[in-house]
């Protein structure tokens, strides 16, 4: 086979969609003119109730980024003691918890979806329990029905950090009205943003007032503070854009779906690269595109492959490397150790997010499928990889 080039651009593993440039000065100029800026304007209040229709929720609120929110969450509900949640995620699921006073328990994942294991929860179940956070990693939501069971059997709360889900649905039903709060992430790099944001979904209506009252230092009007709030609001600059995403949300979702369909059909036969497909009944969003590399049956190692892509301009990302669970922070909880959490280890290992975001062109995904094809072709014939990265 022919070594393709390298790119002469990086490619990097996501880019932001952007609205048009024109609509967002428009939206600049209404700010201006209005000079209100913050603290719950008009930009906020459209684009709150464009949300909670488009996420087709009961209840919104908008934060100024989805860590704040997800403290935001722990602090609605009141929780206390302990958390079992997942290794295999971004730092902020566990330091929420630990910023909140709240112990993570960490808890092994199932092998097809990288969520939660529904069938590890309840041995972690101790009297200082109080909720568990699941998160839909990558978009493939989690084993609702099993995690709400064991949520109900144990009177315990079920917070989801829904970061990486916007626009996913169940049978037709949001993914934002499961378990009592969920978390969405509208930081650059998710697939709906407002450069920072995020916000909260939940049936609960009584929880919408104390989350307000929370994000705005606890004033419940100038003159009456009624809880030790923060600053956790949205501005109207990152709500105007958020009203102008939804616009193009779609179609961002519909162009990333086409490219992973490539993906999909030029990765499937090349051994050792594993990746998971759609699930039945489920709206995907295609937020990124992960496959695992099998080092003996393809041939070169995820870590090798990592570097030997970078030798290309291509740069993934090892999402999740290493596991929460391994952060000097948390090692020594007995939750942490290797050996309870099996999956979560191998996985971690052998994760490898390739560039997906709807401006990458059909041709590129080609190329990255041809480059990677190529390794596992060099190492049957046990060709040098390094010579070959270097033959442009
Ligand atoms: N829960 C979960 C499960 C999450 O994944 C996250 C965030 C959160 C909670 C917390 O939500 P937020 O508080 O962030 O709203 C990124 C993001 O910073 C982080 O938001 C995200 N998860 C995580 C998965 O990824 P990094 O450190 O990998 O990002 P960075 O800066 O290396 O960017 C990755 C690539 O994206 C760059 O190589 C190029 C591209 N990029 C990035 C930025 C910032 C752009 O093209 N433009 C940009 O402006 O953490």
Redesign the pocket.
Known sequence: MKTPKSFEQPV?????PLPDRNAVYRKIDEIWDSQWLTNIGYQHKLFESKLQEYLAVPNVSLFC??????QMACQALRLSGEVITTPF?????PH?LYWNNLKPVFCDIEPETFNLDPQRIESLISPQTTAILP?H?FGYPCNIEAIQEIADKYGVRVIY?A??CFGVEINGNPIGIFGDLS?F??????IFHT????ALTFKDNSIKERLELSKNFGFRNEETIVVPGINGKMNEFQAALGTLMLDIIEDEMHKRKKLVMIYRERLKNIAGINFRGDIPGVKHNYYNFAITVDATEFGISRDELYKTLKKYNI?T?K??YPLCSQFQCYRNYPSSAPENLPVAERVSKSILTLPL?GSLREADIHKICDIIATYAYSSAYNLNVSSICYSN
């Open positions: 990097y593993v996501t880019r932001p980024n989805g860590t704040m929110a997800l995620t971004f730092a902020a699921t929420v998160v990693v950090d970061a990486h978390m992430s509208f930081h650059a790099t998710k450069f920072e944001g995020g740069f990302r999402y999740f975001y």
